[in-house]
C-alpha cells in the first residue's frame, strides 16, 4: 500500500530559540538559504506524499503563507528576470503534493496533534516526519527509505539511530526484541517497546526515535485513549508503545546524516554542514573554517 499522506506537527512554541522565534515559526528558520519545513515537505514529496497535512497553531500563519503562492513577488521577479529566484520560489511546493492545514489550538502533545489529523487521514497507513530534524542523504532520503521497507509488509515503522547514553533522555528510546541486533546489518528490526524520555540509568537501550514514522491507523484508535504521559503531554511514543503489543511495529536505522535543529548545537551545525554543500558558499565557508581550525 502507498503512503501519500503525511502530518508534520507544527503548533509548537519554539522556546528554545527564543527570541528568534517570538514572532517567526521555529520551523520558518532557514539551514542555509531554505526554511527547515521545506526540507522536510521535500523529504516527503520525495517519498510519495501527495498530501501534506501541516498541525499548526493560528499564531503560525507564516508557514501557511510560505506555501500559498505570491503573485506580487512571482510578478516582480519575473519583471527583473529573475528566473533562478522565480524557480526557488516556484519549487516550494513540490509538483503533485498539496498542503492542508489542520489546527491545534493546545499545547497537548505530539500524540494529541497527531490525532488532529484523523480525519485527514483516514483509515490508511500514514507517515509522520517532525520538522526538527534534518536527514541528509545523497542517494534517497530517509522517509523514502521507509517507505520501501514498509511496501514490503505493511506494517509500522519507524526510524531510529544510536545516540550517545547521556542523550537518551531527549529522545523516544526503543527496545528491540531481539536486543542482541542493535548495530545488525538488518537495518529493520521488529521492536519490543518504546519509551518516552527514560533517564540513562533506565533507558532500553541507546536507539532513539529520530522523528520519522510510518504506522498503520490503528494508533489513530489508540491515540483517542492515551493518557498524559512524560512532561505533561499526550505522548505518541506511549501509543506506538500500545501498538507494539497489539501488532509488529519495525524500528529502522536509516542510511544518512541526521541534525537535531531543536537544540541550538545541531541548528548551527546543520547550518555549517549543509553550507559546506551549497556550491555558491561552500568555498568561502571552507576557508572561514580553516581559519579558525589554526
Ligand atoms: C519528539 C518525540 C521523541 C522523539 C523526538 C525526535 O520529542 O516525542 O520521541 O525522539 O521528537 O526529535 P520532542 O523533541 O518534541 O521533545
Redesign the pocket.
Same mark, same amino acid.
Given at each position: 500500500m502507498k503512503i501519500t499522506k503525511y502530518i508534520i506537527p507544527v503548533a509548537?512554541m519554539g522556546t528554545r530559540f527564543l527570541p528568534a522565534t517570538k514572532a517567526i515559526p521555529k520551523e520558518m528558520l532557514p539551514v542555509v538559504d531554505k526554511p527547515l519545513i521545506q526540507y522536510v515537505v521535500d523529504e516527503a514529496a520525495a517519498a510519495g506524499a501527495e498530501e501534506i497535512i501541516l498541525v499548526t497553531h493560528p499564531d503560525k500563519h507564516p508557514l501557511k503563507a510560505h506555501f500559498s503562492k505570491n503573485e506580487k513577488l512571482e510578478e516582480a521577479l519575473e519583471k527583473s528576470g529573475k528566473d533562478a529566484l522565480l524557480q526557488k520560489v516556484y519549487s516550494i511546493l513540490p509538483a503533485g503534493v498539496t498542503v492542508t492545514t489542520v489546527e491545534q489550538m493546545e499545547p497537548l502533545g +505530539?500524540g494529541h496533534a497527531v490525532l488532529c489529523a484523523r480525519e485527514i487521514v483516514g483509515d490508511e497507513p500514514f507517515g509522520v516526519i +517532525?520538522p526538527?530534524?534534518l536527514i541528509y542523504d545523497d542517494k534517497q532520503g530517509c522517509m523514502e527509505q521507509m517507505v520501501q521497507e514498509f511496501e514490503q509488509q505493511g506494517e509500522s515503522i519507524i526510524g531510529v539511530e544510536e545516540v550517545p547514553l547521556e542523550d537518551v533522555d531527549?529522545?523516544?528510546i526503543v527496545s528491540l526484541a531481539n536486543s542482541e541486533n542493535v548495530g545488525s546489518k538488518n537495518r529493520k528490526q521488529r521492536m519490543s517497546g518504546v519509551v518516552?524520555?527514560p533517564a540513562p540509568e533506565s533507558a532500553p537501550s541507546r536507539l532513539?526515535?529520530?522523528?520519522r514514522y510510518i504506522l498503520t491507523p490503528r494508533v489513530m484508535e489508540i491515540l483517542e485513549n492515551t493518557k498524559i504521559g512524560a512532561g505533561g503531554e499526550i505522548? +505518541?511514543?506511549d501509543a506506538i508503545a500500545t501498538l507494539i503489543g497489539e501488532e509488529p511495529v519495525f524500528a529502522y536505522t536509516f542510511k544518512g546524516e541526521s541534525y537535531?535543529c531543536?537544540c541550538k548545537y545541531g541548528y548551527l551545525r546543520a547550518n555549517i554542514e549543509y553550507g559546506l554543500r551549497d556550491l555558491e558558499v561552500s568555498e568561502q565557508l571552507q576557508r572561514l573554517i580553516n581559519l579558525h581550525a589554526n
Open positions: 509548537g +505530539l +517532525l526538527d530534524v531527549k529522545y523516544g518516552e524520555k532513539s526515535v529520530v522523528g505522548q +505518541l511514543t537535531d531543536g
